[in-house]
């Protein structure tokens, strides 16, 4: 007799993760010829920098590093949040109100463990996620025994969850929100005024803000204002309020698995005991690397260049048709295509083009509809000829 595993049951109310579903959906993504823009990966070519200092610092591999980085590092990115969002000196104090993490996905994930505690009512917390949203929040809601809430991001590539119009009695359960600012997958900015809106919900009903930012140095027009830019003119510090970012859309290098984490130095402390037990610490040649790499913004401006110029050609393409909408940040097409799921199969099946439906991006919400239904998510992560051939047959195939 084989007794049978105990597996953790969370794991199985989540839905396969997209890139699974389109496995399934599709087959296996090989083949010489195929152009993979289903999944936000940067093919552009990383900064050279990068490489030059791993190379120098190949001695630290023998360290075990800091989970909480090196001083150079923490120094580094408070710079750069202090360029980038024009924050008051001291605002972020590099010691106790910045970690590094492998890449914000981990980030994302870990920090409902830190931040949703019991209840004394025996309720779950509730953490909120915008829809459609990146699929890493509602696996850290289930996982943190939390009741995840989707809240609608209004249809199309025009919205953002406002979470403070939700109601009190919601928001009191609430112990996180994420919100992503430029929006994977819509492409859209969160403005001052929903930030604030947001902050000050925050502070009122006591949860954490999770301000996913790792698009924000992809921009169209202008430069995405910042949770802790919002929090520099209310006031009352970070409070309530912790940013993600990372180096792998900014300096696409989404291999080196560079991140940091910022904000409220109570969560902070939180997560950095957390992390102690089960983060994966930055390795040392990792943190000079990313140091470099937050000091430099010529690479960054130069990145920024390339997507602007493969945004424009997406608009001379497909402007007027599918429900573009040129997005305001990030690198994603947010297209109405009738029906995704049908779209991604015909141009996988006559073009050897992979796109994700929309759907697996977005949960059903109260009114019984995946909001993501409708769309296809395409990555502009390829150079510009490859984007503009395969954009050409992508909107030759769908018009029919
Ligand atoms: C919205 C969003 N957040 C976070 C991530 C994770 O990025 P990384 O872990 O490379 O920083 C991604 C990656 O595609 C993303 O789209």
């Excluded at 920024?304 to 007027?320: F, M, N, P, S, V």
Aim: charged share 20%.
């Amino acid at each position: 007799m084989v007794k049978p595993l105990l597996l953790d049951d969370r794991l199985g109310t989540l839905p396969d993760y997209p890139f699974a579903r389109l496995t399934a959906l599709l087959g296996a993504p090989s083949g010489p010829g195929a152009t993979v823009m289903s999944i936000g990966e940067p093919q552009h070519a990383p900064p050279p920098l990068a490489a030059e200092i791993l190379a120098r610092e190949a001695g630290l591999w023998n360290k075990y590093p800091p989970a909480t980085g090196t001083e150079a590092f923490r120094q580094a990115v408070a710079g750069w949040l202090g360029r980038r969002y024009d924050l008051p000196a001291g605002l972020v104090d590099p010691d106790r109100a910045i970690l590094p993490v492998a890449g914000t996905r981990e980030a994302l994930f870990l920090i409902a463990q830190a931040v949703c505690g019991r209840r004394d009512d025996g309720k779950p917390p509730v953490v909120l996620l915008p829809n459609p949203f990146y699929q890493v929040y509602a696996g850290a809601a289930a996982m943190a025994g939390a009741e995840p809430v989707f809240v609608p991001s209004g249809d199309g590539p025009t919205g953002l969850p406002d979470y403070s119009t939700l109601p009190p009695a919601l928001l009191e359960r609430t112990a996180l929100a994420y919100l992503c600012s430029p929006a994977n997958p819509q492409g859209k900015v969160a403005d001052t005024a929903l930030l604030e809106r947001t902050i000050r919900a925050a502070r009122r009903h006591g949860f954490v803000l999770a301000a996913d930012e790792c698009y924000s140095e992809i921009w169209d027009q202008a430069p995405p204002p910042g949770a802790l830019s919002v929090c520099a003119t209310l006031g009352e510090g970070l409070s309530h309020v912790v940013v993600f970012n990372s180096l792998s859309k900014r300096s696409s290098l989404p291999g080196l698995r560079s991140g940091f984490v910022a904000g409220d130095e109570r969560v902070i402390a939180a997560f950095a005991r957390l992390r102690s037990y089960g983060g994966a610490a930055t390795p040392l040649p990792v943190l000079a690397a990313a140091t470099a790499l937050w000091n430099d913004e010529d690479h960054v401006v130069a990145n920024r260049d390339l997507y602007r110029a493969k945004t424009d050609l997406a608009e001379r393409l497909l402007g007027g048709r599918f429900g573009f909408v040129r997005p305001e940040g990030g690198f994603f097409l947010w297209l109405d295509v009738g029906d995704g799921e049908a779209a991604a199969k015909t141009l996988w099946r006559e073009a050897a083009i992979r796109v994700l439906p929309g759907a697996y991006l977005a949960g059903t919400g109260a009114d019984g509809r995946n909001p993501g239904q409708r769309y296809i998510r395409v990555a502009l992560v390829h150079d510009l000829q490859t984007t503009e051939t395969a954009l050409s047959r992508l909107g030759a195939l769908l018009d029919g």
